[in-house]
């Protein structure tokens, strides 16, 4: 890892979580999810945005965009998002968070979702893109 900045490191976190979704069916839901979070941490934040996914948990590919988020989020090293605050769950450990490093995770997580869109735009068949 030496040499990387960390947004080098981002892609990277993110381009292995992507390239592990498998199956056309739930490619063509976490697509769709990828691409509506950042849209929903920019108007809700960051916490309601994690809730509305884990409300859906029952859901394969929002369930699953929630763990690629979250070890992506525990790789950064942020304050108070280390692997024992993740324990319980991304949304919980966020709604932990004291302000400051709140404002931290939002900017991280939608540095991420950057990623998240542009690995899924890359990765995924275009068969697979679904209407866009």
């Keep these: 890892m030496t040499g ?16 592990k979704v498998e199956g056309q069916a739930l490619r063509a839901d976490y697509k769709p999810r990828v ?4 849209a929903a941490v920019l ?5 309601a945005a994690l809730a509305f996914l884990e ?3 029952g859901n394969t590919a929002a369930a699953r965009l929630l763990t690629d988020v979250s070890w992506c989020l525990e ?22 968070l ?6 931290l995770a939002t900017r991280e997580s939608l540095r991420l979702l950057v990623w998240f869109r542009r690995a899924v735009q890359a990765t995924f068949p275009p068969e697979e893109h679904g209407h866009a």
């Design 75 to 96: 790789r950064a090293r942020l304050p108070g998002l280390s692997a024992e605050a993740l324990k319980e769950g991304l949304p919980g450990a966020v709604r932990a």
């Design 43 to 47: 108007r809700d934040g960051l916490a």
């Design 98 to 103: 004291e302000l400051d490093a709140y404002m």
């Design 55 to 57: 409300r859906e948990g």
């Design 35 to 38: 691409n509506g979070l950042g």
């Design 4 to 19: 990387q900045t960390r947004e080098q490191q981002r892609a990277l976190d993110v381009y292995e979580r992507v390239r």
